[in-house]
């Protein structure tokens, strides 16, 4: 590990996100060659030279013998990944036989492995069985990040890492926005879900991991806040219908996506619609997170104890 704090993660990964968004094609390989080169000491970063090209290849590993294929269109399309990871297989193929025993299809969609990619590897091996094939998309090279010391991440981005492990300040201002945003885009008419007890059980039975787990218990030092907005509401009804309309939307979340990581980036993006880009504005995020998981509006409740197996998936 990097040794960061709890405080530097969450800012590195901050930058991150918003250097992803703008990193395609040439950039993307660039940002890509750059963070393996600092995490591997056996990555050589393959350029185009000539009328050779690259030879199929945008980065080897000499030692592990993996070979690494990038595809990051600004917008993805199905036909045209099926076209890029096939040429790239057959040229490597062709023009670097025995040089590779893994192929890593390297991509830039961060919602996650496309299913045409997950054909394609599939067949893949199906087709090679002496190789392996794998993809590696901003996730796992989030992780690859973390795994660096911080001045490396600094000159990775160009950027100073200026965060002191604190417990950082909050008001209603910052959160005004978010709930804002909420309200506007509610739906009325439904009954609330009654609340239930928040405990570390919850946290258990959805498998979160220890960043969130944080995130969530720094929020819930700032839930009050909440309490204070919705309390200067003339329409009284106006917070049982957003909880409603925010538990139904994790609900046809927690149907499409198994990881509880994948689960949060989808309820972030539904709470602050096109206000995110501040750290400032990640913290009141969380503080809105964290006041509907108490609330039991999110996520899943344990069942009573004796009922089942606490680390059972439950049904929705």
Request: charged content about 30%; glycine content about 6%.
């Amino acid at each position: 590990m990097s040794g960061l704090s709890f405080q530097e993660r969450m800012y590195v990964q901050l930058l991150y996100r918003n250097r992803m968004a703008e990193l395609h094609t040439t950039a993307f390989e660039n940002f890509f060659h750059g963070l393996m080169c600092l995490r591997h000491s056996d990555f050589v970063d393959v350029r185009t030279h000539g009328n050779i090209g690259d030879l199929s290849a945008d980065g080897l590993r000499l030692h592990d013998a993996r070979l690494y294929a990038c595809y990051a269109p600004e917008v993805f399309d199905a036909s045209k990944v099926k076209s890029k990871f096939e040429s790239d297989l057959a040229g490597a193929l062709a023009k670097r036989p025995g040089e590779f025993d893994v192929f890593v299809f390297v991509h830039n969609d961060a919602r996650g492995l496309h299913p045409e990619v997950t054909r394609l590897l599939s067949q893949a091996r199906k087709a090679h069985d002496t190789l392996e094939f794998e993809q590696m998309g901003p996730r796992h090279m989030l992780r690859e990040l973390y795994k660096l010391v911080k001045h490396e991440i600094e000159d990775l981005f160009g950027a100073e890492i200026k965060v002191h492990d604190v417990v950082y300040g909050m008001g209603l201002d910052d959160l005004r926005p978010l709930l804002d945003h909420l309200i506007e885009h509610r739906r009325r008419g439904a009954t609330p879900a009654p609340a239930g007890e928040v405990s570390d059980l919850k946290m258990d039975y959805n498998r979160l991991d220890d960043d969130h787990r944080e995130l969530l218990r720094l929020g819930m030092r700032h839930t009050y806040l909440i309490e204070q907005y919705y309390g200067t509401i003339d329409d009284v009804t106006e917070r049982d219908e957003v909880a409603v309309d925010f538990n139904e939307y994790y609900r046809s979340v927690a149907q499409e996506y198994d990881a509880p990581e994948d689960v949060f980036r989808k309820l972030q993006e539904y709470v602050a619609g096109n206000e995110r880009g501040a750290l400032s504005m990640e913290r009141a995020l969380w503080v809105v997170l964290a006041y509907f998981f108490e609330r039991c509006d999110i996520f899943r409740e344990p069942p009573p104890a004796g009922e089942s197996d606490m680390h059972q998936a439950a049904a929705i």
